[in-house]
Every structure is written in structure tokens, then in C-alpha cells.
């Protein structure tokens, strides 16, 4: 197993890969307008195994697909569909988000919670752009400062991980620059970190390094999620990500 296998094994088959919540997907789908709409076509960029897609599936009269990069993650996502009797509405599919098989002009929306980091926000808004119909809807999760300035530990860890990492303000600005009209913004609480993303991988940890038998490749993934985690604890005020909600202007 390479780092990558590591960080898959170890995030597989908690709730969700990313911070969030079901609450914040409810709250980002009311303030997408989508809610009263019907037949409507959803990609979930960066699924993972599949919270925000059954989330969508089951809130909207929406068929869902959700597309990742990992066959493992995909692989939960199917059982979770199928014990959830979802099947007809949720079509998993591998694919990369920088190379994504869909029609131009083709979806209603394009969800992506906690992923668009893997190519950047900026890259990844204006790839995902024409995807969209006219007026669809782009929302996004991602990396966010929340003040103008920060400890200098912690703009030095995310500047490290996430260069791209900026402010509600200038993201909002990016949009506007590509093509979207910005129409909602919320920062993800506290706890949407660490009880619903870090608490369950914490509860992994032990099986997890027992399973790899101790050795240092999985040892430094378990460390690089408690130093991400004391960071947490530690400067929650400065940083979360915040939900992006825009709709697509006309060309
Ligand atoms: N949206 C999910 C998962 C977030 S973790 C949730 O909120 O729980 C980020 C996800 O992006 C992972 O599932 C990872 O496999 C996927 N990913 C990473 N690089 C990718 C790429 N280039 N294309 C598609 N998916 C990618």
C-alpha cells in the first residue's frame, strides 16, 4: 500500500471524507433555490462514499451522479446507495474532476463538498463552468479564512497543504470574475470538524495502525491528522471552510 492506499483505508468507511454535515448540506440545498425544481440532473464532484450525494438523492427530485477518483470510496458509496433504496436515483462513476465526462450545458447543479482543493478552487470553477446550464447552480465547500490576519503557525501549515487557501471575500470575487453570480455563503461550524469528520477517524486510529502493523508510512498518515486536529482545536476562529453558493451567468 502506497501513502494514497493509506489515507483511503483509513477514511473509507467513516461517515464522510471531508468536514460537513447534513444539516449544512440541507441549509446549502435551501439556499440553492433547487428545492421546489423537479428532473433535475446533479454531478457530486468528489463524492467520497457519498455523503452530500445522498443527502441531494433524498432531499431533491434529483437524479445524482457521483463521481470520484478512488474505486474504494465509490465501492461504499454503492452499498450505502443500495441499503438506502437509492439506486434509481444515484449513479456512481470513477472519473477525474479536471477531466470530467459530461455533456457541455447538461446539469442543473454541480455539488462539491471538501474536494475542489485537489485542483484548486480557482481552476476548478472555471473547468466545471460549462458543464452547467445556463443558470445552474455551482456549489462548492472549501478551505476559507476567516479573518483577515492569522497565527502565523497556522497560515504556515495551510499555506503549506493548500496554497490556494484565501478569504470568503476573494473567493467571492473569482466567482463573480468567472462567470457566476454569487447567491449564498455560510461558514461550517465547529463541530462539523470535529465531531462529524475528525471524532469518527480518531475512533479509527487503533485498528487502523493495528491492520498495518504499526509500520512508519501509517503511523505518519495517523500523525498527520492529529496535527490537523490540534490545529483545529486550536484556531477554529481563524479558519473553516466556507459553502459557496453562485449560479452560472450567460456567456
Ligand atoms: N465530498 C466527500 C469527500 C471529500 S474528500 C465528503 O464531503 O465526505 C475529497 C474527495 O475527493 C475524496 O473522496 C477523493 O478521493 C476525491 N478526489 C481527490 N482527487 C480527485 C480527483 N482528481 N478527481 C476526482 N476526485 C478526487
Known amino acids: 500500500m502506497d501513502d494514497l492506499d493509506l489515507l483511503v483505508e483509513l477514511h473509507r468507511t467513516t461517515a464522510r471524507q471531508g468536514p460537513g454535515g447534513e444539516a449544512e448540506t440541507c441549509l446549502a440545498i435551501t439556499l440553492s ?7 433535475l440532473k446533479i454531478a457530486d464532484i468528489g463524492c467520497g462514499n457519498g455523503a452530500a450525494s445522498i443527502t441531494l438523492a433524498k432531499t431533491l427530485a434529483a437524479e445524482v451522479t457521483a463521481v470520484d477518483l478512488m474505486p474504494a470510496f465509490l465501492q461504499e458509496l454503492d452499498a450505502r446507495v443500495m441499503a438506502e433504496g437509492l439506486s434509481g436515483q444515484i449513479t456512481s462513476l470513477e472519473a477525474a474532476m479536471d477531466a470530467l465526462p459530461f455533456q457541455p450545458s447538461s446539469l442543473d447543479a454541480i455539488w462539491s463538498e471538501g474536494a475542489i482543493y485537489n485542483i484548486g478552487f480557482g481552476a476548478g470553477i472555471r473547468r466545471w463552468r460549462p458543464y452547467l446550464k445556463p443558470g445552474g447552480i455551482l456549489a462548492v465547500s472549501d478551505l476559507t479564512w476567516l479573518t483577515k490576519a492569522r497565527p502565523a503557525e497556522l497560515q504556515e501549515h495551510w ?3 493548500y496554497p490556494e487557501v484565501d478569504t470568503a471575500a476573494a473567493r467571492i470575487a473569482l466567482l463573480e ?4 453570480a454569487p447567491i ?3 461558514t461550517l461550524p465547529e463541530h462539523c470538524w470535529l465531531e462529524n469528520y475528525y471524532a469518527p477517524l480518531q ?3 487503533g485498528a487502523f495502525l493495528e491492520a498495518q502493523a504499526n509500520r512508519p508510512a501509517a503511523q505518519a498518515v495517523v500523525a498527520a491528522v492529529q496535527l490537523e486536529i490540534s490545529l483545529c482545536r486550536r484556531y477554529s476562529a481563524y479558519v473553516s471552510y466556507g459553502f459557496y453558493l453562485a449560479r452560472k451567468l450567460s456567456d
Open 33 to 39: 433555490g433547487l428545492s421546489d425544481r423537479q428532473d
Open 177 to 180: 470574475a468567472e462567470g457566476y
Open 203 to 205: 475512533r479509527r486510529f
Open 184 to 186: 449564498g455563503y455560510f
Open 159 to 161: 499555506a503549506g497543504e
